[in-house]
């Protein structure tokens, strides 16, 4: 409304869930909201402004990436949180962490590395002129 984009990641609304006796084997590709309670093996890719819960019960292998995430379950593989990463306390993860802000609660255990990721940079272009760069590098005296 008022020219806001409503999306997951701001509204934290859940747009599908996996429950606690699914079991999915294979990718899944998710756009919004999702919570996993149950099993999966497969990647878990979100699309932009995308937001994923794994809950307590959970467990997935495969890899991870989405714009925000919250944590509590058991991950073996590869996360990537482009924004926000909450690991709640039985969070468990084998494996590397890539995220641009992290909330750890205690008890949480990553087996792997934690991998900082800076903001993105802007979108400016720095236009080279190849003729001036030349000019320059021949004008200088050895030293």
């Known amino acids: 409304m008022f020219g806001k984009k409503n999306n997951a990641a701001a509204t934290g609304s859940i747009d599908c869930l996996i429950g ?7 990718n899944i590709l998710f756009e919004g909201g999702l ?5 999966v093996k497969g990647n878990l ?7 994923l819960i794994i809950s307590e019960q959970a467990m997935l292998e495969g890899e991870i990436s989405t714009t925000q995430a919250v944590i509590n379950g058991k ?6 949180v482009v924004d926000r990463l909450e690991l709640q306390a039985k969070a468990r993860i084998t494996g590397d962490v890539r995220y641009r802000t992290l ?5 949480a ?4 590395r934690l ?9 400016t272009v720095v236009k080279l002129d190849l003729e001036s760069a030349s000019s320059l590098k021949s004008n200088r005296q050895p030293g």
Request: no cysteine.
């Open 20 to 26: 606690v006796k699914t079991r999915i084997e294979g």
């Open 115 to 123: 991998i900082h990721q800076a903001a993105e940079a802007s979108d």
């Open 75 to 80: 991950i073996t593989g590869t996360v990537h």
């Open 35 to 39: 919570r996993v309670d149950g099993q």
């Open 45 to 51: 890719l979100g699309s932009q402004n995308s937001m």
């Open 103 to 107: 909330e750890m609660h205690p008890g």
């Open 109 to 112: 255990v990553v087996e792997g």
